[in-house]
């Protein structure tokens, strides 16, 4: 979900501004436990589909990491 997720959460943020900060805090939030588990400080490329969400495929995947960067910057943004 991370590349993808990266899309949808910012789509949230620009349509719905202020309203939907909990709703991409918590999304974010999830990533959380992934970052520590396997390879520190990276995420694997793929996610399952359903709960609960566990990493699949390559270990560590740039595209995914820089697209939890890239939102955490989004919501820093918008929070202020």
């Known amino acids: 979900m991370a590349l993808a997720g990266g899309f949808y959460l ?4 620009k349509l719905y501004k202020q309203t939907r900060l909990s709703f991409v805090e918590r999304q974010m939030a999830g990533y959380e436990d ?14 399952d589909g359903n709960p609960p969400f566990h990493g699949r495929g390559a270990i ?14 989004l919501l820093e943004k918008y929070k202020y």
């Open 10 to 13: 910012e789509a949230c943020l």
């Open 34 to 47: 992934e970052i520590f588990n396997h390879c520190l400080g990276t995420l694997p490329e793929l996610f």
């Open 60 to 73: 560590s995947f740039a595209m995914n990491v820089a697209e939890v960067l890239r939102t955490l910057e």
